[in-house]
């Protein structure tokens, strides 16, 4: 039986992969004729035996299902098949028969309930992993992990291994781990789990049942069961008897979706919704924060996202910090700088700890590793309030802080399944009208991209523009309340607001500058400074078609407006209409004969039509 606590767990696993495709391997002897290498940096299950497979380690599947009876009460469970799960923390979906031997070793490993009857039978099949599965034959593992993979909320499942045929005991359908039943004049496969565990995987009556199934039938009914929920499932077994759904060849799905991972990568959308830091903090100039350290290396983060979120921090005034991802540990100083938390900082051990393992560094999207996590808060002034905790982020044990954290600054390991999973984890560390904070939020880092455009989905996050932070704030409740924050801008006059724009732009942070613009507009659609504000910016980004259409209304609106005829007298110069030019300029020069922008614009004419003798300098007066 599953207690709540193994309930909840599973709970995390829904709509996961909300829209996305997945693998399911089955051991089917079809698989010896099958590269497996090719589904890597896909979303795979492999099940039961599969950590036998020669090329387990190179794949290291995504998702693990081992539900079969037998396997439950064999050593090889015990004593091979969860160590090397562990090992490689590989998330895994255990049959409940299993925890009074196995326990709880490891964080990714989670129970199943499975139903001991033989037949699924018309009355229904179960969807949901939180209640009893079915799946306990080994014939069938692929029934319990279709609707792991169905809950996860994937919406194509590809079949490959699943040959659903236990008859045919030739030696070309021999099982990769050599059961002595399916190749009877096999006498040494290359594996010794077969050789170590013989209780496991040499077993007669296991052939008896295996031999009285078609299997069609049961799979006929799963199959309507997940059709009514739009998900599809296609059949990519070399050979087999597996004919419920339809087939496809499994290179060409391959070579498919590999295309549509790499499109994918190359340009994840930005779907979460952006706000500007002012808009996020209305008091956002007026905060000051303390120690910046500008000097930051490759891995830290920029110095003007230091400033935005220290001006986050220090708002938010938090008593509790927890950091996923110290690295060097400046930001972890910039956090305990500026407020008075306890701040709490996870990284994996440094060289020479007992847990240190050296990382994967081929790996580009496993980011910076330091060799000494923390080397920067361990000497700061506020050593006395930071812990440095180690420990891989995956298998961390969390449960002490949670709902215990202000706020949780999510900056690990740039994997799709790690940030989710370590978003998950700060969910649950936050207090309910606590605040994440993720970084990273940018194209460089695709895994980091996907996973809150997922995660927004379930909850309301919000992108500060300019910036690869993201937050979420347990105090805007839903989406609705969100809204709020866009239109805090109209606690704002139209003069505080192009204050704040000019700094903007005086700062040359124009993506912030242009969104509260465009919202101040919103609010004051005929304030000449704000559109005046809103050309000048399309000028500096050379945007110049727009800037000129924004001086023009600026100029129905107010037709004696000096700025908006020197703009308008500029652009023309540029693009070389210079009568379209002199026309503004002789309107400015009769408004105040010794405008001196008026008056550099004319010299600059000169300058161009003597260079370029199309004139005399006298048709200009
Ligand atoms: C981008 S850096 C963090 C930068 C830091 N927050 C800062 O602003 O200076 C990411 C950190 O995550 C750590 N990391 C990556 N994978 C991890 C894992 N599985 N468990 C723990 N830490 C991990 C890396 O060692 C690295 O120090």
């Avoid at 779907?271 to 905060?287: F, G």
């Avoid at 560390?429 to 605040?435: A, E, N």
């Amino acid at each position: 039986m599953l207690n709540k606590k193994e309930i909840e767990r599973l709970r995390d696993f829904y709509k996961l992969h909300e829209g996305e495709s997945c693998w399911i391997i089955g051991n089917g002897p079809s698989i010896n004729q099958t590269n497996l290498l090719t589904l890597k940096g896909s979303v795979t299950f492999a099940v039961n035996a599969f950590i036998t497979h020669k090329n387990f380690e190179r794949l290291l599947p995504t998702y693990y299902v081992a539900t079969n009876p037998r396997l439950m009460r064999s050593d090889f469970l015990k004593d091979d098949l969860i160590p090397r799960l562990q090992k490689n923390d590989i998330t895994c979906f255990l049959n409940c028969e299993a925890k009074p031997i196995i326990g709880h070793p490891y964080e990714s490993l989670y129970y199943i309930e499975t139903t001991e009857s033989p037949l699924i039978v018309d009355a229904g099949y179960n969807l949901d992993i939180t209640k009893r599965l079915h799946g306990t034959r080994v014939s069938v593992v692929i029934q319990a992990v279709i609707p792991i993979a169905v809950y996860m909320g994937f919406k194509q499942i590809f079949l490959v291994g699943c040959d659903n045929d236990y008859k045919d005991l030739s030696m070309e359908k021999a099982h990769f781990y050599g059961t002595a039943e399916h190749c009877p004049n096999l006498l040494k496969l290359n594996n010794t789990a077969r050789e170590l565990y013989p209780s496991y995987f040499i077993k007669k009556e296991t052939t008896a049942i295996q031999n009285s199934l078609d299997g069609n039938e049961e799979f006929s009914i799963v199959y309507r069961e997940v059709k009514k929920l739009g998900v599809k499932i296609y059949n990519c077994t070399k050979g087999g008897k597996l004919e419920v759904f339809p087939r496809l060849r499994f290179e060409d799905v391959v070579k498919k979706t590999t295309l549509n991972r790499i499109i994918l990568h190359s340009s994840p959308l930005r779907k979460i919704d952006k706000c500007c830091a002012e808009q996020l903090l209305p008091a956002y100039h007026s905060i000051v924060i303390s120690n910046i350290d500008k000097n930051f290396d490759y891995g830290e983060m920029p110095v003007y996202e230091q400033e935005i979120l220290c001006k986050l921090i220090k708002n938010q005034n938090p008593k509790t910090i927890f950091e996923i991802g110290t690295f060097q540990g400046a930001t972890t100083t910039h956090l305990a700088a500026n407020s008075d938390a306890i701040v709490y900082t996870l990284d994996l051990p440094p060289k020479g700890h007992i847990d240190y393992h050296p990382p994967d560094m081929n790996d580009p999207e496993l980011d910076v590793y330091p060799d000494q996590p923390g080397i920067k808060h361990f000497s700061s002034a506020y050593a006395d309030r930071i812990t440095q905790l180690y420990g891989d982020t995956r298998s961390f044990d969390y449960s002490s802080y949670y709902g215990q954290m202000d706020i949780v600054f999510v900056d690990g390991c740039h994997h799709y399944d790690f940030v989710l999973r370590d978003s998950l984890n700060a969910f649950k560390m936050i207090k309910p009208d606590g605040m994440i904070i993720w970084h990273d939020y940018a194209d460089y880092a695709p895994g980091v991209m996907k996973a809150l455009n997922v995660i927004s989905e379930r909850y309301s996050l919000t992108h500060i523009e300019g910036t690869s932070l993201v937050v979420y704030s347990g105090k805007w409740g839903e989406i609705d309340n969100k809204s709020e924050i866009n239109t805090s801008i109209s606690a704002y006059s139209e003069t505080e607001l192009f204050n704040m724009v000019q700094k903007m732009i005086d700062e040359k942070n124009f993506a912030l500058a242009r969104t509260t613009v465009s919202k101040s507009l919103e609010m004051f659609p005929a304030s000449v400074n704000l559109l005046y504000a809103k050309a000048k910016i399309n000028i500096e980004t050379g945007h110049i078609d727009e800037a000129q259409i924004t001086l023009l209304k600026i100029i129905e609106i107010s037709p004696e407006n000096l700025n908006a005829l020197n703009g308008l007298a500029s652009i023309e110069i540029n693009k070389g209409n210079i009568e379209a030019a002199i026309e503004f300029l002789r309107d400015i020069l009769i408004l105040e004969p010794n405008n001196q922008a008026a008056l550099a614009l004319i010299s600059d004419i000169k300058t161009k039509l003597l260079s370029l003798s199309h004139a005399k300098k006298e048709n200009l007066y």
